[in-house]
């Protein structure tokens, strides 16, 4: 059987649109699935942030995915090649959190990870049998993750071309996150050694654990770096500011060859946190934290979102002063965005205050709802605004001047490019 794997690309966003850049991560959930799919099946993969999808091709089956802003991308391509007979099938968050909107597009939908039932509706469609929907009842076991089909996708034209995962889920449940959601509460952890076996078959680093809380299992994570030092490879990751409670695992972690690690702080206000269900954030340690990653040779790329209830519009320069006077090393800043799916859209939902139905415009950079505190327009321009100000050559300097990390420089630099592009084009084209 032919199968083509498709990652729709979204609208116009700063961290993926390969007009600006190359796009950070190859598409590590499709070559998942095809690490998945039985070897007497031909798999293909086509990642849009990279190259469109080529509309003349008929395999037998095409599997889609898509983030929610690339959903209406995604059901054109699904309208166009059912209308040439190729049956679809789609997975992914969004499909998972609205699978009867998917089903007005698709032929199939698999709800959940593709570990529980991607088997199943492959032969299935072989039998000539194939249902509407596939749900898994449970979290399939990370045992079952494949090594990711890495022969199927270009990675030098990624910026983060190594990439794979050793946990899957995060504790915690934050309103606006679909982690929770999608992967379930209860961190699951992969044998260390598939982990090791899959890293041994990449040939390069640093690599990216893309998991969505690496400290989250703090057992298995003191495990876990103790055997990943023996690989000699450097990495980065994501954690919670929950590590700051274990610090001899932050110390591990750098043993083991951590470079840099994407922390959430989303807010330096602790209202605005438990607002949105993160008042494990503690606020007052946040420069401790981020101190204390860099004593050990771990860079900090710190995420912040605007827009919360309670946001004003002065919140743009409180965190621009705070993210410098804290020396971030990179920083990423979105506008909160009611993910199908998330308990913050839910929230919203009933409140009346989602005003916009266009998936394209749920990229990050743009507003959705009815913001509490400032208009929507301010909330772009002040999105705008702190990109702006903190990949200027004077923030970067300000941040990053003392520390000779010729990494963190390159990234800043990378950064500063694609912003100004950002901008120019957002500028030049301010509907988009
Ligand atoms: S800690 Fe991070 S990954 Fe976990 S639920 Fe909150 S935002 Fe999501």
Known sequence: MEICLIAAEGARYHGSDARLGKPLFPPLGLMTVAGLTPEEHNVTIIDESVEAADLSI??????????????????????????RGVPVVMGGMHASALPAEALDHVDTVLVGEAEGKWRRLLDDFAAGDMRRVYRSNDFPSAASIPPARRDLVDIDLYTAKHVMQATRGCPFACSFCTVSTFFGRALRTRPIDHVLAEAEQIDGEPIALVDDNIMGHPEYAREFFSAWADTGKSFWSQASTTMLETPELIAKAADAGCKALFVGFESISQIQL??????????????????????????????FMFGLDGDDEDVFERTADFAEDAEIDIGQFSIITPLPG??????????????????????????????????????????????????????????????????????????????????????????G
Do not use: C
Not at 281 to 302: F, Q, S, T
């Open 58 to 83: 008929e395999p037998d089956v095409i599997g889609l995915t898509a983030m929610t802003a690339a959903a209406p991308r995604a059901y054109q391509l699904a309208d166009e090649y059912r209308a």
């Open 274 to 303: 438990e607002r949105i269900g993160k008042r494990f954030n503690p606020i007052e340690k946040y420069e401790e934290l981020v101190k204390r990653l860099h004593d050990a040779g771990i860079a900090v790329i710190g995420s």
């Open 342 to 431: 998330t308990r913050f859209y839910r929230e919203l939902e009933q409140e009346g205050r989602i005003t916009v139905r266009d998936w394209n415009r749920y990229n990050g950079s743009q507003v959705t709802f009815e913001p509490i505190g400032m208009s929507a327009e301010t909330l772009e321009n002040g999105l705008q605004w702190i990109y702006e100000r903190f990949y200027s050559w004077r923030s970067i300097v300000r941040r990053v001047g003392k520390r000779i990390t010729p990494l963190v420089w390159m990234a800043n630099a990378i950064y500063s490019k694609r912003v100004s592009r950002w901008l120019a084009e957002i500028r030049e084209h301010p509907a």
